[in-house]
């Protein structure tokens, strides 16, 4: 099964303590997204790039299932939490959630989710589809069909696209 830190991977989205550290703690107003064992394999990865200053925190994380060592030590490995990554788990989260709703039958399901989790990413400003009742005249009768989720789908596929673009390049 592939975890998220695979996905970032596998997207080729930028991968650093300050993205784990986000996942660990939870991004937005999602739950914690990674596990103590995810963060283990990371810092296993991690521990021959570590600097000097860098070592005694990675190689404490490629041991302990402690969730406050875990804490700590990615506290003390990060700056402030900046927002590419939450850009980043965005990213992540919403590629997830369109290939989820390939198998979501219900009109009003797929669009209730994606509202949903737009409102856990706290940015309705850029939100990249159209809401019902939200600077428009659109009914729900014109709103919940198949159609117009198709619209909104490929603007939803579009964005995202482009959003990992842009943060692939940036990690380059």
């Known amino acids: 099964m592939k975890t998220y830190l695979d996905q ?12 784990v550290r986000k996942g660990w703690i939870g991004p937005m107003n999602f739950p914690p997204l990674i596990s103590a064992g995810e963060i283990r394999t990371y810092a296993d990865m991690q521990i021959l ?15 302990s299932y402690d ?11 990060t700056s402030d939490i900046d927002a590419n990554a939450d850009r980043v788990w965005r990213a992540v989260l919403l590629q997830d959630m369109l290939d989820t709703l390939a198998s979501v039958t219900d009109v009003y399901e797929k669009f209730s989710q994606i509202y ?13 589809f159209q809401l019902q009742g939200f600077d428009n ?8 069909t198949v159609e117009n989720y198709a619209l909104q789908h490929s603007r939803l596929v579009r964005w995202v696209a482009s959003e990992i673009e842009i943060l692939s390049v940036a990690a380059q």
């Not at 970032?8 to 993205?19: A, C, D, E, F, K």
């Not at 856990?120 to 939100?127: A, D, G, K, T, W």
Request: aromatic share 8%; hydrophobic share 35%.
């Open 49 to 63: 790039h570590a600097s000097d200053t860098e070592l005694a925190d990675v190689a404490a994380l490629c041991t």
């Open 137 to 144: 005249n659109i009914s729900p009768q014109e709103y919940y």
């Open 8 to 19: 970032i991977r596998i997207l080729n989205l930028p991968l650093n303590w300050t993205v």
């Open 67 to 77: 969730s406050e060592v875990i804490s700590e030590c990615l506290s003390r490995l």
């Open 116 to 128: 949903e989790f737009w409102c856990n990413c706290e940015q309705p400003e850029e939100l990249p």
